[in-house]
């Protein structure tokens, strides 16, 4: 049996985020009515003319700065001409020749720990095209909200190799694109779509083979099953004596096949020529340099900077710079209440439980890591109870009150009162004289249950410590 | 005949009284009616006209008009005006109404302008004498068995016929010099990106410039100065700050340096032309201006440059119109395949599927570099000879076109024949500089015969001021065809 290796290469769509359109002031943001987002411009009217969005270039070049891309002071648009009905002016306007960002790279990590270095080719601005809606009516309808909608496309080198690292891949980008906060990385609303182009090689040799292409993967799920089914399928075919044909296959992640596309395959020439109603794309110096200021801190750096200034374990570190809101919010938290650990863990313990359950993003969250970094201090400073706290923390997110109210209006206070717990302790020693000779009997571990019990009586006030310490010496005493 | 030489006698007579704008309009409506066999006008808003003017006689006479309050205007129908037709006289947008204004037009309205009706042209500006046109050609009105010339046939026609004041015209590679120089009218291509494209329906964008034309060079500059400006809707349009072209063109002509470009006095250039553009430079000379004898080596490249580069783009430009969202869609059920087809087929005329069959193939792969690449190189070159020309000149006086107005039908059948007429227009038009239609006198048939003046970016001032000398001193320029 011949050994087979796969070689991978992606295209991203990432939808920019920009409030308008990339060559006029239509709305770009996604939900409207249908047809709703529309002008002369994006309509593709007679005598309408595209006016470059600069904030999208912005938006292109940090990206290239965050893939350590070269950003190109000059890039043009070019045409690509093709007709289809949710495309008005029969040619989308894209970048051929002199894209905005060229070559750049990806780190991956995967599963079994191996590290992977992607090299990127190339990343290109571009106009989204309209939407066709098939079956709505016998009709296809078309909506253009969508037309116009700024787009960078992020082409991969073929240095992928399994289903795994393509899906790593995808993830990496969008974790990257929502760090800049210029794209939302929604794959189900469309605003991250990926392309896979795939093909196999026995193992050793240097020769590509004869590729397919994959669209409509619409999940990172789906990116790494439809390229896993692909894989799978070329190597069957060669096995069994085919060959490959070039084609473009569509992903129906319900019964998990890929299917050849409908209609013949023709080799498009979408004639590609400078866009003339647009000059080339200049970016000074000085406005890369203004445009890097605005390079936040990336999610590979931020990790190790957690484990190296706040001395927090590897796996805290990778959960919390998962997003960069979610960092962020730790870091404030670290920062205000000067105890990264306990940070951390509120942060991906009960924070993370609340928008999980509310389904909302951290951004909405309410409450401020100002607060949460006060709780935390009330707990340090034996204020109140580990378990008190998380009531505090739930109340504060209900109430908008600061912690220490709350603590005071509800009365959950922490007993360190020697005397008040003396009393509590004593009772419980009087009600529980079985455990109490078991202890003196020299069976240390019931020592737990009569802890237990005076907890309950305090009703989860008293201090935890202060309880241990005095109900043992008293226990000590009576032998 | 009006009773005012140029617009600012008009302006006068409004203010004063003693010409009332409504009768003023009235009269042009009326003559738009009575020369209507010169098909000059494909819309003419005769109602909307007579409102426009009683309220434009309000603001003369309360102070508040604009700058070219109650110039009677006519557009080419290729620029957008909100709520009018928008057809490009072709069959495609016969029923297009446009949704907003073109920038040129904009400008207009702002200064109180009337815009009386859209004028007749080559379809989408494709041709050289106006019967590339759904609505039939137009006629010249010295001769009407003779071509107006083209593109901007109409608005060369409502011109000389004194069916408006100043007419706007698109020049993309003569359509505004051209049938200036047959009609015997002032028409200025400006520099491209001296005035907006935004709203002029595109046919070759790098190309397309929009320009004025009159009677005179007054109302040229006058209204040039109110169109021409940066516009944030046109990525294009140059920054460059408008100077008064009027004031500008007061000033003395006779200390320039003019030229000649051999190249254009070659074979193909009818004698009479010859003889009156000759005539006039001897007369520039005897009145103190210095002439001197320049090339332009690339000469001989600019029509093939020009057709390969124009119709690749207009190849592009015109892809939208496939019958989906707005414009002519062919009837009965087919696939969508076939309904571009049908829908194409029949909304373009022969001229305007030459064209984009040409350019198609420019843009071919396999075949780009060969053509579209070379001709953009070819284009630097020509481009450099103007350059070098305007370190030795300030100006260049050359024909217009080899010829004099020719019979309708006489070269509709070839193509080629067309396109030659084009070969003294081209060359600007590929540069991007600016150039100026002078009427200097007419032929032994009494058609006008046109000379061009050619300056360097931006030298709308010169070359306007270059033609008004002319113009006063030299040529016998016909100030209407009655
Ligand atoms: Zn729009």
């Known amino acids: ?479 | 005949m009006t009773p005012y030489r140029d617009y600012s006698e008009k302006r006068r007579l409004l203010a004063s009284g003693e010409l009332s704008l409504v009768e003023n309009v009235e009269a042009f409506l009326a003559r738009i009616e009575e020369r209507r066999s010169l098909n000059a006008f494909t819309s003419v808003f005769a109602d909307e006209a007579i409102e426009e003017a009683k309220r434009v006689e309000k603001k003369i006479a309360d102070g508040s008009a604009g700058k070219l309050a109650g110039m009677v205007v006519a557009v080419k129908d290729v620029l957008a005006e909100r709520s009018r037709p928008n057809t490009c006289c072709s069959k495609t947008l016969e029923d297009f109404v446009a949704v907003y204004d073109a920038t040129p037009v904009k400008r207009l309205r702002e200064e109180d302008a009337i815009l009386i009706g859209r004028t007749n042209c080559d379809e989408f500006s494709m041709g050289g004498s106006n019967e590339n046109s759904a609505f039939g050609p137009a006629r010249n009105p010295i001769d009407e068995t003779r071509v107006p010339g083209g593109s901007s046939g109409g608005s060369a026609v409502a011109v000389a016929a004194n069916l408006c004041d100043v007419a706007l015209g698109a020049d993309t590679g003569g359509s505004i010099r051209q049938p200036a120089a047959y009609c015997g009218v002032y028409g200025l291509k400006p520099t491209y990106s001296r005035v907006s494209r935004y709203g002029l329906v595109a046919f070759a964008s790098s190309f397309d410039s929009v320009g004025p034309m009159a009677k005179n060079v007054e109302d040229v500059a006058l209204a040039l100065g109110v169109i021409a400006g940066y516009d944030e809707n046109d990525a294009t349009s140059a920054d460059v700050p408008v100077p008064d072209y009027v004031e500008a063109i007061s000033q003395d002509a006779k200390g320039l340096k003019i030229g000649l470009p051999k190249e254009y006095f070659a074979e193909g250039l009818n004698a009479e032309v010859r003889a009156a553009i000759e005539g006039a430079a001897k007369a520039l000379e005897e009145l103190g201006v210095e002439i001197v004898e320049v090339s332009a080596p690339h000469t001989d490249y600019a029509i093939a440059t020009y057709y390969l580069l124009t119709t690749a783009e207009a190849s592009s430009n015109l892809a939208r119109y496939d019958g989906m969202r707005y414009g002519r869609r062919a009837k009965g059920e087919r696939s969508l395949a076939e309904t571009y087809r049908a829908s194409r087929t029949e909304g373009f005329g022969e001229e305007v599927k030459r064209r984009i069959m040409l350019g198609t193939f420019a843009l071919s792969a396999g075949y780009y570099d060969a053509y579209y690449g070379k001709a953009q190189k070819a284009r630097r070159l020509v481009r450099e000879d103007f350059k070098r020309a305007f370190k030795k000149v300030d100006l260049l006086v050359a024909p217009s076109a080899p010829t004099t107005a020719f019979p309708l039908g006489e070269k509709i059948d070839d193509p080629l024949e067309m396109y030659l007429q084009d070969v003294y227009t081209t060359p600007a038009s590929l540069a991007g500089c600016p150039g100026v239609n002078v009427p200097v006198g007419a032929d032994a048939a009494g058609l006008p015969i046109g000379l061009q003046v050619i300056g360097d970016h931006f030298d709308e001032a010169g070359v306007l001021r270059l033609a008004k000398l002319i113009g006063e001193r030299v040529g016998g320029a016909r100030s209407s065809a009655e």
């Open chain 1, 1 to 479: 049996m011949t050994d087979y290796e796969a070689v991978i290469g992606l295209e991203i769509h990432a939808q920019l985020k920009t409030e308008s359109k990339l060559f006029c002031g239509c709305d770009a943001s996604y939900g409207a009515e249908p047809n709703a987002n529309a002008c002369p411009v994006c309509l593709g009217h007679p005598g309408a003319l595209p006016v470059l969005n600069e904030r999208a270039v912005e938006f292109a070049a940090l990206l290239g700065m965050a893939i350590e891309s070269r950003v190109n002071p000059v890039s043009i648009f070019a045409r690509k001409n093709y007709f289809y009905p949710d495309l008005p002016k029969g040619y989308q306007i894209s970048q051929f020749d002199k894209p905005i960002c060229t070559g750049g790279r990806i780190a991956l990590t995967r599963a079994d720990g191996v590290a992977r270095e992607i090299g990127v080719t190339r990343a290109h601005m571009e106009e989204d095209a309209g939407k066709s809606i098939h079956d709505r009516s016998d009709a296809t309808l078309v909506d253009v909200n969508r037309c116009g909608v700024p787009l960078i496309e992020i082409v991969s080198e073929p240095d992928l190799r399994t289903a795994e690292e393509a899906r790593l891949y995808v993830e990496k980008i969008r974790q990257i694109v929502r760090y800049l906060r210029i794209c939302d990385g929604n794959m189900e609303e469309g605003s991250l779509r990926c392309d896979a182009n795939v093909s196999v090689r026995p193992q050793g040799e240097t020769e590509l083979g004869v590729k397919t292409e994959i669209k409509n993967m619409n999940s990172f799920k789906s990116v790494e099953r439809a390229v896993e089914f692909e894989i799978e399928r070329q190597i069957d075919l060669i096995e069994d004596g085919g060959e490959v044909t070039q084609q473009t296959l569509l992903w129906d992640a319900d019964r998990n096949v890929a299917v050849p596309m409908r209609g013949k395959e023709s080799a498009h020439d979408y004639r590609y020529f400078p866009e003339p109603d647009l000059p080339p794309v200049a970016l000074s110096e000085e406005r890369l340099a203004e445009i890097r200021t605005r390079l936040p801190e990336l999610p590979d750096a931020k990790r190790e900077r957690f484990v190296s200034d706040y001395g927090l374990p590897d796996y805290d570190a990778d959960v919390l710079s998962q997003s960069r809101d979610v960092a962020e919010y730790f870091e404030r938290v670290a920062n205000a209440s000067g105890d990264a650990k306990a940070a951390s863990n509120w942060t991906m313990g009960e924070v993370a439980r609340e928008i999980r359950e509310r389904k909302i993003e951290i951004a909405e969250f309410l409450l401020s890591p100002e607060r949460l970094a006060e709780i935390i201090a009330l707990v340090k400073d034996n204020v109140v109870s580990a378990t008190a706290a998380k009531e505090v923390f739930v109340a504060a997110l209900e109430e908008d009150k600061s912690p220490k109210t709350i603590v005071e209006e509800r009365n959950l206070g922490q007993i360190s009162d020697a005397s008040e717990l003396d009393e509590m302790i004593d009772q419980i020693l009087k009600e529980h004289t079985v455990a109490v000779e078991e202890y003196l009997a020299g069976k240390e571990k019931a020592i737990g249950f009569l802890v237990g019990q005076a907890m309950r009586l305090s009703r989860g006030k008293a201090n935890p410590q202060l309880l241990n310490k005095s109900l043992r010496q008293k226990l000590e005493s009576m032998k």
